[in-house]
């Protein structure tokens, strides 16, 4: 401990003109310039204490509610004027306190900072309690972070069956964070789901174009033989085309699509059609689309106005197209890539930041 605070046992060798008095009683000499140039309130208290003292010598300013130990770290950070990563973390909450309360503005983001990144699940609650005193966000959504990632561990906690006991506040504002971070979680599922058929949705179109391309074309597949190698067209590209000559064989062969009702297979294929014409981007004079009923369904949506969610449908599948495009060929780092691997096989990204 001498030896952390070298610096400031040596400063308060000088002529200090301050005495700190801590809630148990120890005093502390300090140096009034240092402390008003670091704290707008401790300027102020000093200049109080002057103002009512009878002689020339030390005024007296008290700095309770934290143990000695902790004010000598508040007091040597001060002196120090930037935040010592070892000091922060042995003294975070009290520190955070301190830094709130006499208005030192970079001490209490270093505090929040260092206490959000070594949050535990038992000390949750208390943090949470911490943050709502000190106007602290970061840690506050730190705590709701850790309780809707390990709930079990923080109704376990001591802090918990406090609150649950003696602070209904708190325990309801816990309980909402966690409700929030439900939906929150639902929401982002929801969102990655329908991205997801997007993404699918954009792959059958660009399959349809590959299926029914010019004879001539290199990169073509007949439509009724089975999927070719192609660059990039294997994995999900392959398994799509696949189900999509399935689906089409279905079509040909199929007695139920003149039927009352129809075939709902049938209404399938048809539904994916008029996608595809709804996105096609060949033109008749420049090359026309070889994909069936393209120009058919086009013509119609020419004459018929389309409603707000196929024209949604439409937005969203071009948008993933385009985004499918710009990715072909660029290289993804093999970090990168292993982290979405592991991230995608996990059952709890949901969960996730």
Known sequence: MAALYADLDALRASAADVRIVTSDGQTIAAHSYVLASASPVLERMIDVARRGGRGGGACTVRILGAPSDAVLAFLHLLYAARAEEAVVAAHGPQLLALAHAYR????????????????????????????????APRLRAACARLAARDRAAVEASDGWRFAR???????????????????????????????????????????LDRIFAAADDDDACSAGGEPCARKGGGGGGATCELGLRLLMRHFAACARK????????????????????????RTEQDQPCRVPLCSHFAARMREEKADKTWRLLVKKVTTARAMARLAV???VPEVVAVSWARYLSSSKWAKLR
């Open 165 to 207: 006991r003696h602070d209904p506040t708190l325990e309801q504002e816990l309980l909402q964070l966690l409700e929030d971070a439900g939906r929150r979680r639902e929401r982002w599922a929801r969102g990655r789901a329908s991205r997801e058929a997007y993404r699918q949705l954009a792959e059958a179109m660009d399959s």
């Open 329 to 331: 060929g660029r290289r």
């Open 104 to 135: 030192v503005g970079w001490l209490k983001r270093a505090a929040e900072a260092s206490v959000s990144a070594r949050l535990a699940p038992g000390d949750a609650v208390d943090m949470l309690k911490l943050a709502g005193l000190c106007d």
């Open 258 to 281: 003149a039927a009352p009702g129809g075939c709902a297979r049938c209404k399938r294929l048809l539904q994916l059609f008029r996608l595809h014409a709804s996105v096609c981007d």
